[in-house]
């Protein structure tokens, strides 16, 4: 007994995983350029404000990686 595989239904059906996949990836990436906007427009507006303070942790941590010869 000989057991036959569709391919193209086999492909088909792999090619709308991938289109899925594609399509999360997409719209999870279109929320973190949306989440990124957002903090930009808020940190402007604090800037221009006067009321922005920097996170000095955060800046010595980001100095100290770039300073750093191993990485």
């Known amino acids: 007994m000989h057991d036959w595989i569709d391919l193209d ?4 059906a ?4 991938i289109d899925a ?8 990436s279109g929320q973190e350029n ?3 906007e957002d903090k ?3 940190l402007k507006e604090e800037i221009r404000a006067g009321t922005y303070k920097a996170d000095i942790k955060d800046i010595a ?3 100290a990686a770039a300073m750093d010869p191993m990485s």
């Not at 239904?9 to 088909?12: E, I, Q």
């Not at 792999?14 to 995983?17: C, I, L, S, V």
């Not at 996949?21 to 999870?28: D, L, S």
Request: aromatic share 4%.
């Open 40 to 42: 930009l427009r808020r």
């Open 14 to 17: 792999r090619q709308d995983e």
């Open 61 to 63: 941590m980001q100095l």
């Open 9 to 12: 239904a086999h492909r088909r």
């Open 34 to 36: 949306l989440r990124r």
């Open 21 to 28: 996949a594609k399509w999360q990836r997409g719209r999870e």
